[in-house]
């Protein structure tokens, strides 16, 4: 089946300092993926839409300029959390579809904690 | 906007038990999608439903999509202790809508 390899798993960084997480699609070409951003216990909310050659489409309420999505290959979506402070912090998950017909499949999350 | 309701939020249930959750959307879903998230996990795909009143089954778990497009429901046949996490809804309202998700509700079984 579809795979999306996601990494770090895990990351901690100052408060100040920019982390950049990527997204992959292993065994398909996604020229469409989707950044979540999930708190603890809670739903998963939609951050941006990643488009392959093209701008990111932002939820309302979203920076752009603090979340900045790159989407430079069919096969790799990056997310940089620019100047993160402690707030950022929490888990980020991409996710991509192989077919209007399959689910979403997600890549194993980010965890980001600020300090 | 469109929501998808999931309520509860948490059950608990004893192992052997059956369970049955619910998911209701503001608007008419052009389909919907289940999900499973084992803690500290991701969520995994586990079925989509299209058609109007649809029923699908996997082993013990059992999808039913309703008849006005509004509604679906999980069922759980003998819940066993694997069937611990998470259960999401989510639904699109149309061909390029976005997927919005419920907020799920996180089973947990007494072994």
């Known amino acids: ?115 | 906007g469109q929501q998808v309701m999931q309520i509860p939020q948490y059950q608990h249930v004893q192992e052997g038990e059956d369970f049955t959750t619910y998911c209701n959307s503001s608007t008419t879903l052009s389909n919907i999608q289940w999900y499973k998230q084992r803690p500290g996990g991701h969520p995994v795909f586990l079925i989509q439903l299209v058609k109007s009143g649809e029923v699908k089954k996997q082993k013990r778990l059992t999808f039913q999509f309703g008849e006005a497009k509004k509604n679906s429901s999980l069922h759980i046949t003998a819940t066993q202790t694997t069937d611990v996490g998470t259960y999401f809804c989510a639904g699109f309202t149309g061909a390029n809508s976005k997927l919005t998700f419920g907020k799920g509700i996180t089973l947990s079984v007494r072994p």
């Open chain 1, 1 to 115: 089946g579809a795979v999306v390899s996601q990494h770090p798993s895990r990351v901690i960084c100052k408060s100040g300092t920019s982390v950049k997480i990527e997204c992959r699609s292993l065994d398909f070409q996604a020229t469409t993926m989707f950044w979540y951003r999930q708190f603890p216990k809670q739903s998963l909310m939609l951050m941006a839409t990643s488009n392959e050659g093209s701008k990111a489409t932002y939820e309302q309420g979203v920076e752009k300029d603090k979340f900045l999505i790159n989407h430079a290959s069919l096969t790799l979506s990056t997310l940089t959390v620019t100047s993160a402070h402690p707030e950022d912090s929490s888990f980020y998950i991409c996710s991509a579809r192989t077919t209007v017909s399959d689910g979403y499949t997600f890549g194993s999350g980010t965890r980001l904690t600020v300090v």
